[in-house]
């Protein structure tokens, strides 16, 4: 029994070390770089899930003078490479998928400390505003967020985060996807974009799966000003407040704006007696705007609101393979739109 | 701290075992019981200290309450010490729904706190009351307040069972063993732990993920396809299998660790032919309970069948009730009873008539088959929110707001009733995502819990009583050599990569 207890010891630790080898080697979530061999380990088409750490490390090595916030809604359709030509500020998408604006706040903390960050634009959704989601999404680790990033570093990782892109059978599974799936191109170009191709398959059952789920991050039992509150008394247009002051504090240019929704999205928002909140959390999202301005002495910070854009109400068609061009589902819309909408954000 | 936790495994295992063990070596026994006391109430105060006075307070109560009986054999006062264990749990698990009832009745609107469920206040209170009835009843000799916190705060079994009796457990504590540590004990915990931590991360926790959408879905009113509340109702039921017997197993692991042999709580229940098999191997030790404390104190069998039916009733009826504070509970206790009691019934009209079991294996199969269904059905209540969640799930699931189909399959079926519509795969399985992935994998787990041996079967460890290795058919034994070590360990490392962020076992809300 002894020599079972010895094999059984030993079997795991020649997996574990074997397992972190092979990782860091493939490298799937495009973490460690220790190597890179097109055909073998280039493109990282599974890389997405780990956007906390991949974006966080890949804005270090990037160090960009711009950056988009917000969630998938962003990373969707808002293009850093658009933006660039726009600005002519070398640019990163910072969006990670279904955030709460303190996390929000605190990527945006990581991203001033990490890069040297002149303007940002900002893409607001109610539901980073949901008090029942609380502070933190539990994908989210927000200490990390404290982090001043060392030359080949890997302090921002937890034990627990270093050993699931390390030593996990997940990471293991991952690397293997790599490495037979190098015809795919990487799940985010270099800038933070997701490399998506629009899946467009029956787009009315599409709008309808993608609503009832965004409807659930909506779900909360209060309404109006109580929306916004945390079950630990924390209000989250106050945390916006706090994001506002760091960027004046750090002297960025600043640009808000309220994510467009299809207007089978906003009809939804009304069957769900949600409208009141939703206008009345446009109307604060302002009102915080110009107060905090006012406590810098300085001007507001240039605030759009896109919820009823023309394209809102593009024609969701019927039918197995009919495609539309500006809307992935009921609330990610194309880059199409996300285009329009940089063009309109920074031509005014 | 649960025990599927990185934590648990890597952190509090490891330091418990090594002061468990040098304890023993470098002072005594007692101080060996002092760690393991000390380390289960820090297990059991990790997931909320508040609570940890309770558990103390409750153990302290109960200790002075078994001097009382053991030196007086006061039937009042055991009386009494039952009453107050029993109000608290009535306080902290009960007191809202009676609230909530009566409110209901009367249409008062009586306010009552918010009260959170103290962790594992069912199974610690039960295991008390059977001890202070087992002093009564002269069945334990001496009472050693250490032994006596050990038998109560051991963690292995403390969040969740299995309900213990004093005689099973501390006396494998005060035996002096030589060698002091038993390798083959802890060569088999490993092993059983391994097994048991791959059932709930890998098998009940994937399960949970279209269970929960399909169940929620139900209770929003969102569409639920036929075939979708069915494979929910089936999913639900290997999930609370692969949960409670992962559990199981995990506890049964963990105390062989430290040369205890714990009771067998569960022994492939989904195996049995009929549903009195299935409670002598699904949650042993409360069916146990259930039978000594409740059924045979009501009179058990011996007044005639209609007596014995109403005693199997109310049993069943509170335990449900033992699950959780709600009519469903209580509707799926009483489920659980009329089949019982149908059982029962069969079995007197089968000696009556002297009709005799068909002992073909097809007969058996059919008959394992239909119990699972059953059982499956009911477990409906008790995952449903809600009484009326719950009615609604039995509404789809008997074809009642009409029944999917292929349309190349609705061709064939054009005379038949109008319930049959005619729908792409989609439609078919909505809301679930991978349909065909979903189901082979319900198929497999089925033919994995009816033929598969369970560990106590392949490690030989079924000498209880009322148990018997029936049913499986591939007869594989444990061999402690390198490729049995091989398996466990790539079963180990799969597992502890499949750990989630915060993943309960089911049993732990009862």
Known sequence: ?348 | MLFNSYEFIFIFIPLVLSGYYLSDHLFNKTIQKVVLVTASLFFYGYWNHYYLPLIVLSVLFNYFSAIIIYNQKNKAYLLFAISVNLFSIVYFKYANFFIENINHAFGSSIIFEDIILPLAISFFTFQQISFLVDVYRDEIEEIDFLDYSLFVTFFPQLIAGPIVHHKEIIPQFNKASTPVINWEFIAIGIAIFCMGLFKKVVIADDLASNVTLIFSNIEQGQFVSFLAAWSGAVGYSFQLYFDFSGYSDMAFGLALLFGVKLPINFFSPYRSANIIIFWRTWHISLSRFLRDYVYFTLGGSKHGPVRKSANLMITMLLGGLWHGAGWAFVIWGGIHGALLILNNAWRSLKKLFHIKDSETEINYRICQLFTFLCVTLAWVFFRSESLDGALHMFWIMFGLEGINISHKASQFLTYLPSIFIASDMIGMFEPIGDAPTYATKLIVLYLWVIFLPNPYELFKLYHQKRLHSTGFKFNILFKPNAGWAFLLAVIFYVSISNIGSYSEFLYFRF
């Open chain 1, 1 to 348: 029994m002894k020599n079972f207890i010895k094999y059984w010891f030993i079997s795991v630790g020649v997996m574990f070390f074997m397992t972190s080898i092979f990782n860091v080697l493939i490298d799937p979530y495009y973490i460690f770089n220790v190597i890179n061999v097109p055909g073998i380990n280039h493109n990282k088409p599974i890389q997405g899930g780990w956007e906390q750490v991949h974006k966080t490390i890949q804005l270090y090595r990037m160090k960009p003078e711009h950056i988009i916030l917000g969630s998938s809604v962003a990373q969707y359709g808002l293009r850093p490479s658009f933006a660039r030509e726009l600005l002519g500020l070398k640019s990163y998408n910072m969006g990670i998928d279904g955030p709460t604006i303190f996390e929000v706040y605190k990527l945006f903390g990581f991203s001033i400390n990490n890069s040297d960050i002149k303007s940002a634009t900002l893409s607001l959704e109610l539901m980073m505003f949901n008090g029942e989601r609380g502070l933190n999404n539990s994908r989210f680790n927000d200490q990390r967020m404290e982090v001043v990033l060392k030359e080949n570093s890997l302090n921002f990782l937890t034990m627990k985060e270093l050993y699931r892109t390390v030593s996990s059978t997940r990471a293991l599974k991952d690397s293997f996807d790599t490495l037979i799936g190098q015809y795919r191109p990487s799940y985010y170009y270099d800038d933070g974009f997701i490399n998506y191709s629009l899946e467009q398959k029956n787009m009315d059952l599409s709008f309808q799966r993608s609503n009832s789920a965004y409807i659930d991050f909506l779900k909360n039992q209060n309404r109006n000003e109580k929306y916004f509150i945390t079950n630990k008394g924390v209000n989250l247009i106050d945390v916006f407040k706090d994001l506002l002051a760091l960027s004046h504090q750090n002297g960025i240019k600043l640009d808000i704006l309220i994510s467009p929704v299809h207007d089978y999205f906003l009809d939804s928002i009304k069957d769900k007696n949600l409208l009141s909140t939703y206008d009345l959390w446009k109307e604060m999202i302002v009102q915080a705007n110009v107060k905090i301005a006012a406590e810098y002495k300085t001007a507001p910070y240039r605030f759009v609101d896109f919820s009823e854009h023309d394209m809102s109400k593009e024609v969701i068609p019927k039918g197995n393979n009919a495609k539309m061009k500006y809307w992935k589902d009921a609330y990610h819309f194309s880059y199409n739109l996300g285009d329009q909408i940089l063009e309109e954000l920074y031509k005014k």
